[in-house]
């Protein structure tokens, strides 16, 4: 995305990609190509939801090392302490950053559901 | 139809016109099709593209990125921050809405009247009714057929009945629905009646011109009359309409006043009294496969609490949406993916009594303001509880309030009924979005107090007119599409006799 580092858009993938993980029987967002998803995003998102997803990366990469439980910034983390972080992340009672990780699978969801084998694998048809 | 894409405008390009219309939705429309049709010269600027239906993508990202104004990612800041969703294209959110019709309730038009006499020549009950039944007429306005409905409304009859509330089809603008269920992200078979389709092909067949992708910057005011409008084209070039009797703003309760502020005509409370239609939606999981994308968008309301304030509806939309209410993150959340065809979403619309404000912000854009009263967050845990019970009387196995601070899953009706009593009162326990907005240029005989007059013209500026639902003096408590085009027309016919 336009102004993003590198290292912030791997961060961000990795967000996305442990939002929604692979599983055994069934293929997440770690599959899926976003190579056109992002300049899609960078050109609509309005300038609030792209500071939010900024926001958001750094936050949920550096926030497990000083979080109790964790010690580690998230991109070192197993993917169990991951599923432990994001969940615990989902159900804070701190507003904002429970609005960061509904917008982190928000994010997640449009990107899966863009994609058309990812659509049907979940029975959507188109 | 007569477009023009502003992407193909790099030169400054200038126009003259009798009646130069801001914005393509419901109001522009149907002030475009009564001027031209009465010999008047249109021209209708439109900040979003022309798009054709065979040519609205499936999914809910790119549909949201193509059809909605910022991917519908605009936040009304306040004591809950919301989502505001509005379309931007040629036809205006009629492109991208339920096609959920209803006429202005007479108790609404009732209280606008008693608390201003001054309206009440405009909102005749006699004519606006005779208005609507033309307006009914001409886009097909009809319950959903049962044919059509598809499980997601069918159940929620069910669940109506089993608990003794008035409940009916949605009456929506469709001609040959098929059920597709893609009413959100625009119908690719056209079946919707939405503006693109209906009133602008009769205006521009009687000679308004559009010009899409090209944002109006604002209005020109020449001793104390509008004479016209500027606007940038998407290819860069400057657009510059004059116009020789009105300039009609129908850009949207938000739009609206930020082009009156924009252009300095800053008379009465414009961008205040913005009100809304705050909703949320609660699920439901059944045994059976429900597929909650398919069947009419949103085919079935409960009625039964419209005087209370509060109106229930299935929903539907892009299973992107839908997974993203879905409970848990990661593996959990993955796995609980399997259950997206088993999901029905219900929402619920309180008639807010909460007060807003739009003002202009950072590099021109929006700053929405808005706050729930305590009365509202009420209205909302009686709608969430009434729905919870509503999805087990129709045979939910699993209800999820999505309400942060209380049970995120319940299997219990009894559970479910406590919510009421027990629900969280902080606002910002609930998934909020507004959809319908209104009041932030009202009309009224107190020029103090409204923005434009009883017959729609501005109370300042002379041959300046708004027409959308920015001008409705509170909310309505019901889809205000039907009531925007019949007030629109009535702010044309206005012009006319001028």
Not at chain 1, 65 to 79: E, I, K, N, Q, T
Not at chain 2, 17 to 24: M, R, S, W
Not at chain 2, 189 to 211: F, N, W, Y
Request: charged share 20%; glycine share 10%.
């Amino acid at each position: 995305m336009n102004g993003w580092l590198t290292v912030e858009m791997r961060w961000l993938r990795l967000l996305l990609d442990a939002t929604v993980p692979d599983l055994p029987d069934r293929a997440g967002l770690p599959q899926v190509d976003l190579t056109t998803f992002w300049p899609e995003l960078a050109r609509v998102a309005p300038p609030l939801l792209r500071l939010g997803l900024r926001f958001t990366t750094w936050t949920f990469t550096w926030l497990p090392l000083v979080l109790p439980g964790y010690g580690r910034p998230f991109f070192a983390l197993s993917a169990d302490r991951r599923d432990a972080f994001l969940a615990q992340m989902s159900d804070t009672p701190v507003f904002l950053l429970r609005q960061l990780a509904a917008t982190l699978k928000v994010i997640a969801c449009f990107a899966l559901f863009r994609d058309p084998p990812s659509r049907r694998a979940l029975g959507v048809v188109p | 139809m007569n477009v023009l894409d502003g992407a193909t405008i790099a030169a400054p390009h200038a126009l003259d016109c009798d009646v130069a219309i801001v914005g393509t939705g419901p109001a522009g429309a149907a002030a475009a099709r009564t001027l031209a049709l009465a010999g008047l010269r249109v021209v209708l600027l439109e900040e979003g593209p022309w798009v054709q239906p065979r040519d609205y993508p499936v999914d809910g990202f790119s549909s949201m990125a193509l059809l909605y104004r910022d991917m519908g990612a605009n936040v009304a800041l306040g004591n809950a921050p919301m989502p505001v969703l509005q379309g931007r294209a040629v036809g205006g959110t009629s492109v991208v809405n339920g096609a959920i019709s209803w006429r202005l309730p007479e108790d609404v038009r009732a209280g606008w009247v008693a608390a201003d006499p001054g309206l009440e020549q405009t909102l005749d009950a006699g004519m606006l009714s005779a208005l609507f039944d033309e307006i009914e007429d001409d886009l097909g306005i009809a319950p959903t057929q049962a044919s059509v409905a598809g499980p997601k409304n069918l159940l929620m009859a069910q669940g109506a009945d089993a608990l003794g509330l008035e409940h009916r089809p949605i009456a929506r603008n469709t001609r040959g629905c098929e059920g597709l269920g893609r009413c959100l992200q625009g119908c690719p078979h056209g079946r919707k009646q939405s503006m693109d389709l209906t009133l602008l092909p009769v205006a521009c067949h009687h000679g308004a011109q559009i010009l899409s992708r090209v944002t109006v910057a604002a209005v020109q005011t020449e001793h104390g009359r509008a004479v016209g409008v500027i606007g940038q084209a998407a290819g860069g070039g400057r657009v510059t309409v004059q116009a020789r009797l009105a300039v009609v703003l129908a850009a949207s309760a938000i739009q609206t006043p930020m082009l009156l502020h924009k252009s300095g005509i800053r008379h009465g409370p414009v961008g205040q009294n913005l009100q809304a239609h705050p909703g949320v939606a609660v699920v439901g999981q059944f045994a059976e496969t429900v597929r909650m994308w398919n069947g009419a968008t949103q085919g079935h309301e409960v009625i039964g609490l419209r005087k209370e304030g509060i109106k229930f509806e299935a929903l539907g939309y892009d299973p992107a949406i839908i997974a993203s209410r879905m409970d848990g993150m990661g593996r959990a959340f993955a796995r609980n993916l399997d259950q997206l065809a088993h999901e029905v979403h219900w929402g619920v619309a309180v008639r807010a009594h909460g007060r807003g404000r739009v003002r202009v912000g950072w590099r021109g854009r929006p700053v929405i303001q808005y706050n729930l009263t305590p009365r509202d967050v009420d209205c909302i845990r009686r709608g969430v509880r009434v729905l919870g019970e509503m999805l087990f009387a129709a045979g939910a196995l699993r209800v999820l309030p999505g309400v942060h601070g209380w049970a995120p899953v319940v299997t219990d009706r009894r559970v479910m009924a406590r919510f009421e009593d027990e629900g969280p009162r902080d606002p910002k326990a609930y998934h909020v979005a507004i959809t319908h907005l209104f009041g932030t240029c009202r009309m009224g005989s107190n020029r103090a107090r409204s923005v434009v007059r009883p017959d729609f013209r501005h109370h300042a500026i002379d041959r300046l007119y708004v027409a959308d639902s920015s001008v409705f003096p509170t909310n309505t408590g019901v889809n205000p599409q039907t009531s925007i085009l019949a007030l629109a027309t009535l702010c044309a016919r206005s012009i006319l006799r001028q």
